[in-house]
């Protein structure tokens, strides 16, 4: 399984940006999906946790009632909607996702190799 994010770029502070991440590969069902962000000097950080079915959604602090993760189960992709962007948030941004193999039964994990996000002030 692979995972591609896309979307991330240069933005003024206020405004707002949407990250893509789909994944491909055979044989898999994702459960679990996050995005995660790093930014220069620090941890990566959870940003935002979204579960296989989408019905239960967790945010750091950081970005309640900033950013809105969502997925569609159906391409196998998974969305961040940022809004109200500060500079703080300038990272890079990273999809994760948790899947089984239906050739092995293994449950396993997988990154992205992540989309760079500038929050201008």
């Known amino acids: 399984v692979q995972l591609v994010e896309s979307g991330g770029g240069l933005v003024q502070a206020g405004g707002s940006l949407r990250l893509s991440c789909a994944a491909s590969?055979?044989?898999?069902?994702?459960?679990?999906m996050a995005w995660y962000r790093q930014a220069p000097g620090k941890q990566r950080e959870l940003v935002a946790v979204?579960?296989?079915?989408?019905?239960?959604?967790n945010y750091a602090d950081s970005v309640k009632g900033r950013f809105t993760i969502s997925r569609d189960n159906a391409r196998n992709a998974m969305y961040l909607q940022m809004d109200s962007l500060k500079p703080e948030d300038t990272a890079v941004y990273f999809c994760?996702?948790?899947?089984?193999?239906?050739?092995?039964?293994?449950?396993?994990?997988?990154w992205g190799q992540g989309t760079l996000v500038t929050v201008s002030s």
């Open positions: 590969g055979r044989a898999f069902s994702i459960t679990d």
């Open positions: 979204i579960t296989s079915g989408g019905g239960s959604t």
């Open positions: 994760n996702a948790k899947y089984v193999s239906h050739l092995t039964t293994k449950y396993l994990e997988v």
